[in-house]
C-alpha cells in the first residue's frame, strides 16, 4: 500500500456555496503536459529549470493579431520586436510569418541581419544609436526613427559622409490621456517640438522623412489611448502635406499591447481586463481611416508588437527544492527557479501550477527562489498546494522580456526549448556551463597562482 504524503494541519477559513463578490473559491488546477509532452518527461530530458516555447502558440497568435487588422486597414505590416525575445528560433517564427525586424541597439540590428531579415525590411528605434550605427543603416537603407535632436544633426553629418540620403522617421511622444505619460522618447507633439523637427528635416532636404512613430508606453490597458495617437499622428501627416507637399509613407504605432498576465496590485485578472487585438485594431485604424489623410494617401500602418504576441507561448518549467515555515508561521517554497530567469516577477503575479494532481488543500504560501538574495520572491502570497521536495510546477506566460532580461547570477541559465508544430523538441539555447560563463575572462600572470 503507497505511503501517503503528510499533510501538517493548518486552520483555514473555508468558503462554501455560493461564490463572493470576488468569484469562486481559488482553484488551482494541475498542467501535466504542453503540446502532448509530459513535464516530468521534458525536464528529464533537458534538465530542471527549463524555459519551453510553443511555435503553434506563436504563429496562431500572430496571425489573430495581422487578421485583427488587416480586415479593418487596407496596408498593415507587423514589426517583431526584438528586445522581447530576440532568440534567433523565436524571431525567424515571425519572420516567415511575414514580420520585419524592430531593433534599438546595434546588437540588435546585426543579430535582425544575422537572421536572414534584408536591412531595408529593418526598424531601427532607440535613443543611444551611435554614428557607426546610423552611418550602417543609412548605407544599407534600413529605417531609422530619430529620436532626438542630437541625433537628428548626427544624421545630417552621415549623410554628407556617405552621399545618401536617410530614410527616417521621427518619433513622437504625447498626451494620450494614460498615466504615466512616456515622454523619454522622441519629440513632443503637444508642445509643438514634434513638428519643428520636421520641419528641420524637411528644411535640410538631407534626410527622406517617410514615417511617423509613437510608442506611448507599456501594458496600455486601454484601446482608446491608441485612438489618440493614431489621430495625433494623422494630424502632422496632414500638415506635413499640406505644407510641403509630402506624402508620409507609414504610421507607426509602436507596441505597449497588454498580454493576459496579471499586474502587482491589480483587483481583476488580466484575462478579464486586458484589451484583444480587435479592441486596439478598432481604436488604431478607426482613427486613422477617419483622419483628413487623403484616401489615396493611407500610409502603411505599422505595428511593433512584443509581449502580446508572445507571452501566452513561454513556459518556465520547475522543481521544487524545500518547504520550511517563516517566523510568521507562514509557508514557504523554495524552488529552483528565481528572479534571475522570471524578470517579470517584479511586475506580474504569474500563474503557478503543479505539474501533478495533487492535494486539493491550499495554503498561504510565499514561492522564492534558490538565490541568496532576500528579494528572489516568484509570489509574495499565493493560495497554493502543497508540494513537497522533488515536485513540478509549470508557470505560465513568460515568453516576453524574460529570455532577453534574464540574469547570469549565482546560477547558470537553462535550455530553452522550442516545440515545434509537428510536436518535436528542439534546443534553441543551450544550458551554460562554466566553460561557457569563463570564456571571455582574462587572469594577469601576477594573478594566477596563490597559496593558503
Given at each position: 500500500m503507497e505511503k501517503k504524503t503528510f499533510e501538517p494541519p493548518v486552520i483555514k477559513k473555508l468558503n462554501a456555496g455560493m461564490p463572493s463578490k470576488f468569484g469562486m473559491t481559488p482553484r488551482i488546477e494541475a498542467i501535466p503536459e504542453i503540446e502532448g509532452h509530459k513535464v516530468k518527461d521534458l525536464l528529464k530530458d533537458h534538465g530542471s529549470p527549463l524555459y519551453v516555447l510553443s511555435e503553434n502558440t506563436l504563429r496562431s497568435t500572430y496571425r489573430q493579431a495581422y487578421q485583427a487588422f488587416s480586415t479593418r486597414y487596407p496596408k498593415v505590416q507587423f514589426a517583431w520586436s526584438y528586445k522581447t525575445n530576440y532568440l534567433a528560433a523565436v524571431c525567424n517564427v515571425f519572420h516567415q510569418e511575414g514580420a520585419w525586424a524592430e531593433v534599438v541597439s546595434g546588437f540588435e540590428y546585426h543579430k535582425a541581419l544575422k537572421n536572414g531579415v534584408l536591412p531595408q525590411y529593418i526598424i531601427f528605434n532607440g535613443p543611444s544609436k551611435s554614428y557607426e550605427d546610423l552611418k550602417t543603416a543609412t548605407e544599407k537603407g534600413s529605417l531609422i526613427h530619430i529620436d532626438h535632436f542630437d541625433e537628428l544633426y548626427m544624421l545630417m553629418e552621415v549623410a554628407e559622409e556617405t552621399g545618401k540620403k536617410p530614410l527616417v522617421a521621427i518619433r513622437v511622444n504625447m498626451d494620450t490621456g494614460i498615466y504615466p505619460r512616456w515622454d523619454r522618447f522622441g519629440f513632443n507633439y503637444d508642445n509643438g517640438e514634434a513638428w519643428e523637427a520636421i520641419n528641420r528635416i524637411m528644411l535640410s532636404e538631407k534626410m527622406e522623412l517617410a514615417g511617423l512613430h509613437t510608442h506611448i508606453g507599456t501594458y496600455i490597458m486601454t484601446a482608446q489611448a491608441y485612438r489618440v495617437a493614431a489621430s495625433k499622428l494623422a494630424d502632422l501627416a496632414v500638415s506635413t502635406e499640406r505644407k510641403y507637399g509630402h506624402v508620409i509613407r507609414y504610421i507607426d504605432l509602436g507596441g505597449g499591447f497588454a498580454s493576459k498576465n496579471t499586474l502587482k496590485g491589480a483587483y481583476v485578472p488580466g484575462t478579464d481586463t486586458a484589451p484583444s487585438f480587435d479592441d486596439y485594431a478598432d481604436a488604431i485604424t478607426g482613427a486613422l481611416i477617419n483622419s483628413a489623410i487623403k484616401p489615396e494617401h493611407l500610409p502603411l500602418l505599422i505595428l511593433e508588437t512584443g509581449r502580446a504576441m508572445i507571452d501566452d507561448a513561454g513556459y518556465l518549467l520547475?522543481?521544487?527544492?524545500?518547504?520550511k515555515r517563516l517566523a510568521s508561521g507562514r509557508r514557504a517554497l523554495i524552488t529552483n527557479v528565481g528572479v534571475n530567469l522570471l524578470f517579470t516577477s517584479f511586475w506580474y503575479?504569474?500563474?503557478?501550477?503543479?505539474?501533478?494532481?495533487?492535494?486539493?488543500?491550499?495554503?498561504?504560501?510565499?514561492?522564492?527562489?534558490?538565490?541568496?538574495m532576500n528579494i528572489d520572491v516568484l509570489r509574495a502570497a499565493v493560495d497554493?498546494?502543497?508540494?513537497?521536495?522533488?515536485?513540478?510546477?509549470?508557470?505560465?506566460?513568460?515568453?516576453?522580456y524574460n529570455m532577453t532580461q534574464w540574469l547570469q547570477f549565482i546560477e547558470y541559465r537553462p535550455n530553452v526549448v522550442m516545440i515545434d508544430t509537428q510536436g518535436t523538441p528542439h534546443i534553441i539555447r543551450r544550458r551554460e556551463d562554466l566553460d561557457y560563463m569563463t570564456r571571455q575572462e582574462e587572469l594577469p600572470d601576477h594573478l594566477k597562482n596563490f597559496e593558503l
Open positions: 520547475g522543481t521544487v527544492i524545500a518547504n503575479e504569474h500563474q503557478i501550477h503543479p505539474a501533478e494532481k495533487v492535494s486539493q488543500h491550499t495554503e498561504d504560501t510565499t514561492i522564492y527562489g534558490p538565490l541568496c497554493f498546494p502543497l508540494l513537497k521536495k522533488g515536485d513540478h510546477f509549470v508557470i505560465k506566460r513568460i515568453g516576453a
